[in-house]
């Protein structure tokens, strides 16, 4: 499989470049080619991408809207 730049992965995944750096810091997959030189397989990252779990931080409990469509709790008072 090719071997893709930095820049091509930054437009392949509409991330910045310290996106990727944090990326990799937390395990994404890049080959180094020397001190400054990475290299990704595009789908090794995507891969990688999808394997990873997604923290979801619930809403404060004011903020939920109940099933039946009430109000959002306590935020506004009923006219």
């Not at 995944?13 to 937390?26: I, P």
């Not at 995507?46 to 709790?73: M, Q």
Request: hydrophobic fraction near 40%.
């Amino acid at each position: 499989m090719a071997l893709i730049t930095t820049k091509q992965l930054q437009k392949e995944l509409q991330v910045s470049e310290v996106t990727l750096w944090k990326y990799r810091k937390q395990g994404m997959p890049y080959k180094p080619l020397g001190a400054r030189l990475v290299r990704y397989e595009l789908l090794d990252v995507l891969e990688w991408l999808a394997s990873r779990e997604r923290v979801v931080r619930p809403f404060p409990a004011h903020l939920v809207v109940s099933s039946d469509n009430e109000r959002w709790g306590d935020c506004f008072e009923p006219d």
